[in-house]
């Protein structure tokens, strides 16, 4: 890679965007325990600052830290009404063997013990324990190009801090408006200067904060460009075929969100690769299924009228832009997409205008063949819902078939 095109991936932040960093560090964050514990209260700079020293007194070696994800465009860009949920944090460490993720989930647990209540017996308290009371997911992956482990701490509102420590990583973004990494070191050394009373005095702004030069870099590869996607709210990757499922479900999600396709010559052909990387990684309609569920768990919190709208955005893709399944896979995976549609709908007490719904009826013999868990009724009619709803009249039912179309599958705690 040539010196130019390197530099065409970074980026210096402006006294603005430090300060919106230095808000987002400095926010106290709850982090909520199961059972009897207690809610921790952390601010994000205190736990990264903890959990880097530690690491480093165990012998794991720490490239650097970044603020990755949709917490970094927020501090990039924010008049365009960009939000952010998960804070996602990225640990750069070495990671030769599989036991240093054994040290790295001991060092985690063992800065949250530290953050509990004086007064509590912490020698009684064991990491697991940690574990089962404070994260909300755990992941290790340890291959030869993939080699990273992620720790996420509960948030009930969804707004888990999520610790992620990272040795290799073929695909480290979805779309260009997610691929940017803030690195943190700067401001980290900072805020230890400033706790240091012995400290020589910092350089300071007129706000207050100190004088400190922040890079962030884009691993789309060009900073302007994917800054370009983000003001604009426009969508564009490349390779789809290489992120896991495709990009599919965040892409619906971007289109739920006003952003629309920055070449549209181009996202057709995208949307295809999308759908056959999906398909190749979920190839069960079951599998499909939980992982839609899990999406609309972890992402449409405080969201819930928005699902509808998300899980209609995936179907017409999904119709549109799939070419690689049979017949019969492609309408079970549209059937089981409408389904959960219907099953939001029903949560929120609405039913679209049945004036305006096409159903498409399959006879028992096509049911008893291709069954699947979601379809709870022999007679199983799917219907294709256009976009806007009505009040709920009552439950539908179509001519021809034998009831009412059941749409309360049971619901699937875990993905």
Not at 152 to 180: H, M, T, W, Y
Not at 237 to 245: D, M, Y
Request: proline share 5%; glycine share 4%; hydrophobic share 35%.
């Amino acid at each position: 890679m040539t010196d130019q095109s390197t530099a065409q991936r970074f980026h210096h932040l402006t006294a603005e965007q430090v300060e919106v960093l230095d808000q987002v560090l400095s926010e106290v964050v709850p982090i909520h325990g199961r059972g009897n514990f207690p809610t921790l209260e952390l601010r994000p700079r205190d736990i990264i600052a903890a959990v880097r020293t530690r690491l480093q007194t165990q012998g794991i070696t720490v490239r650097d830290v970044r603020l990755n994800g949709s917490t970094a465009s927020h501090v990039l860009v924010r008049d365009n009404g960009t939000s952010y949920k998960d804070l996602d944090i990225i640990f750069g460490v070495e990671l030769p063997r599989q036991e240093d993720f054994q040290v790295i989930k001991e060092t985690v647990m063992g800065c949250l013990l530290e953050c509990l209540p004086a007064g509590v017996n912490r020698e009684r308290i064991s990491s697991s324990t940690m574990k089962e009371a404070y994260v909300q997911k755990m992941v290790k992956v340890f291959t030869e190009h993939d080699r990273w482990s992620l720790i996420s701490l509960s948030n009930n509102s969804g707004k888990n801090l999520e610790l992620k420590f990272v040795s290799k990583l073929r695909r480290q973004f979805e779309f260009s408006v997610d691929s940017f990494q803030i690195i943190l070191d700067r401001m980290l050394e900072c805020y230890l200067l400033e706790e240091d009373p012995q400290a020589k005095t910092i350089p300071r702004t007129s706000s207050g904060l100190p004088v400190v030069e922040v890079l962030a870099e884009s691993m789309y590869g060009d900073f302007e460009a994917a800054m370009d996607h983000l003001r604009y709210r426009l969508i564009a990757t490349r390779n789809p075929e290489e992120i896991r499922g495709g990009g599919l479900l965040k892409y619906s999600n971007l289109l739920v969100r006003d952003y629309r396709p920055a070449s549209e010559t181009q996202i057709k052909t995208l949307e295809r690769y999308m759908c056959s990387r999906f398909f190749i990684d979920f190839p069960d309609v079951q599998e499909q299924q939980r992982k839609i569920l899990s999406y609309l768990r972890n992402h449409f919190i405080g969201e819930e009228r928005s699902k509808y709208q998300y899980l209609m955005t995936l179907r017409r893709v999904v119709d549109d832009s799939t070419v690689c399944l049979m017949g019969h896979e492609r309408r079970q995976t549209l059937n089981m997409i409408t389904v959960l549609a219907l099953r939001v709908l029903g949560e929120q007490n609405i039913i679209p205008n049945t004036d305006h719904v096409t159903c498409y009826y399959q006879p028992a013999p096509y049911l008893a063949e291709h069954s699947a868990s979601y379809i709870a009724e022999p007679s199983y009619c799917s219907y294709y819902i256009p976009q806007g709803a009505r009040r709920r009249p009552s439950l539908l039912s179509t001519p021809g078939s034998h009831g009412d179309a059941e749409t309360d599958e049971p619901r699937r705690e875990h993905e």
